[in-house]
């Protein structure tokens, strides 16, 4: 007989996110060694992503067969589920996912996932478990498009095992897109093989750099579970780290820079001479080469333009461009370069708080204030919201004395998260067509180590990921779902707040 923490109890499935639509069936489907996949072409990669991901704790085979009960099918029929949709049916005798999308599979996966006894998400053998889901018949199609996460690896260095584990608990979650922060005033973890003093001194401090072959495989890590990796490169300001490297990108002829030892906005900037201007060419170029993503962000904020004011060369640079002052060479500069990403085939993104200097074909992330993103959809910019107060995760998650030092300035509390609104009902339908979803940041200044960063991720990020996929705001059957889900948290090792803490009450018996 199974033990009891394994027993299915009666009731309807604990997901997060929500499913669009879930109707609960009688009965049981129980995954044993006997159990095979029928895997119609194009469903190869759910197929071999649910091997993966039960086959540590289950021990399960899952071979491919043509007479498998676990059908996954790939039918371009299905078109009304979108790119990310999918149809799961569970029947006891077998499970049907369908999909118009290989993404749409990825995602049923993870919904499978979370339907069996959460021990199948440990690490290691677990005996003893009967591996049955429920039966139901599920209909789930994303509401926003992007669904992501920025975390900051340029203030605090990650090993790419990290951001792997990352990108697992992403794709748990249907999140889609990993937004790494790779270079800041504070260090530059991209390298740039014409440019090998970026990492060799950029790097050093708080930690080193990637090397391609591992960004490389990271992207192809992140694609397998249907996230994307969004590379993020800063500029004109945030650039520190690159200046210590290459000072002559800068305003200054003559001087040297340490790589920043502080935090907060630096004022120390990138010229707008042809030189800058090809250095971030050629460092995009490289990007682009190792990040298939359609996007690429080129940061854009917290660019204090004081430098140019004072500088010669850029003051004749604004008068030759025929603009008002040195202030305008920061649209100036994200031209040329949204230029150069558009002329290579990709989308140029972008941090801003309404858009107003930058070209419409800029997509842009307002990070202020939530209002700013309307102002910006009304210029004609592509959105996701990311505005601090209710996506910030570095900020602490509650004021209570137990809660380790944080940015100071707000409290971004679980409900604070779930009330991300990124298209609020009062925008018109034009307006809301043009938001492409919402992410949360980790920003890492006050984050010392991993483990302090999926602390503060979680459960942040799950409500987000409730907010993003639904597009529904259900608080209280958000939290009773995510009653359950903290001991899928639990299982894959994932820190937490205390027990008392008010989300997390005790759990009853698991069962998904
Ligand atoms: C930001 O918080 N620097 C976008």
Known sequence: MPPARSAPAPGRPRLVPEPTQLQSLPGRFTFDATTALKVSPGAEGAAALLRTLLGPATGLPLPARADGSVVLALDRALGGLGEEGYGLTIGTEGVLLRAARPRGL??????????????ALRAEPVPGVAWSVPCAQITDIPRFPWRGSMLDVARRFRPVS??????????????????LHLTDDQGWRMPVPALPRLTEVGGLPHGGAYTRAELGGLVAYAAERGVTVVPEIEMPGHVRAALAAYPELGNHPGRTYEVWDRWGVCDTILGVHDQA?????????EVMDVFPSPYVHVGGEECPTDEWHVSPAARRRAAEEGLPGPAALHGW?????????????????????DGADLPPYFTVMPWRDAEHGRTAVRRGHRVIMAPHRTTYLDYPQSAGPEEPPGQAGEVVDLRTVHGNDPAPAHWSPEEAGRVLGSQVQLWTEYVPTPAHAEYLTFPRLCALAEVVWTGRH???????????????LDALGVPRRPDAAPASAPVPAPAP
């Open 106 to 119: 990825l995602a049923g996966v993870q919904t499978l996932r979370q339907l069996l006894p959460v021990e």
């Open 162 to 179: 990290y951001l792997r584990r990352y990108v697992d608990l992403l794709a748990l979650h249907k999140l889609n897109v990993l937004h």
């Open 277 to 285: 201007l090809d250095f971030c060419r050629t460092v995009l170029d």
């Open 333 to 353: 500069f994200m031209e040329r370069i949204g230029e150069h990403l558009l002329a290579a085939g990709r989308h140029p993104l972008s941090w801003t708080e």
């Open 474 to 488: 259900d608080w209280p059957g958000f939290q009773e779902r995510l009653r359950h889900h903290r001991t899928r």
